[in-house]
């Protein structure tokens, strides 16, 4: 069984900057798309980033695309997602997804087959 932890969320002021980490542990499949989402309060949970470890292609939401940097660390099993030039918009609840079933990470957010438990970051102005 796949689990997804995170961590490095908290708070922080705008212009700052925090790296969440997601470790992984179960694998089974040798490749998986990664992503990050997040969900603010009263708004639809959405994709941040996401990675197909077999290629390393990469995926960023308009709003955050010069901002964050996805990256993976295989050794580690360990994803992460560095923020920088954080907004008070950034504010949310951040989950780690993961799931095997495809080629890329064409896969809908309902679709991914596992996920973290998630970890806030809140930023002030």
């Known amino acids: 069984q796949v689990q997804l932890v995170e961590s490095g969320g908290g708070s922080v002021q705008a212009g700052g900057s925090l790296r969440l980490s997601c470790a992984a542990s179960?694998?089974?499949?040798?490749?998986?798309?990664m992503a990050w989402f997040r969900q603010a309060p009263g708004k639809e949970r959405e994709r941040v980033a996401s990675?197909?470890?077999?290629?390393?292609?990469?995926y960023y939401g308009d709003s955050v695309k010069g901002r964050f940097t996805i990256s993976q660390d295989n050794a580690k099993n360990t994803l992460y997602l560095q923020m920088n030039s954080l907004k008070p918009e950034d504010t949310g609840m951040y989950y780690c997804?993961?799931?095997?079933?495809?080629?890329?990470?064409?896969?809908?957010?309902?679709?991914?087959?596992?996920w973290g438990q998630g970890t806030q970051v809140t930023v002030s102005s």
């Open positions: 990675i197909y470890t077999g290629t390393g292609n990469t």
């Open positions: 997804a993961a799931d095997p079933s495809r080629a890329s990470c064409y896969i809908r957010e309902p679709d991914f087959a596992y």
């Open positions: 179960g694998y089974t499949y040798r490749n998986y798309c």
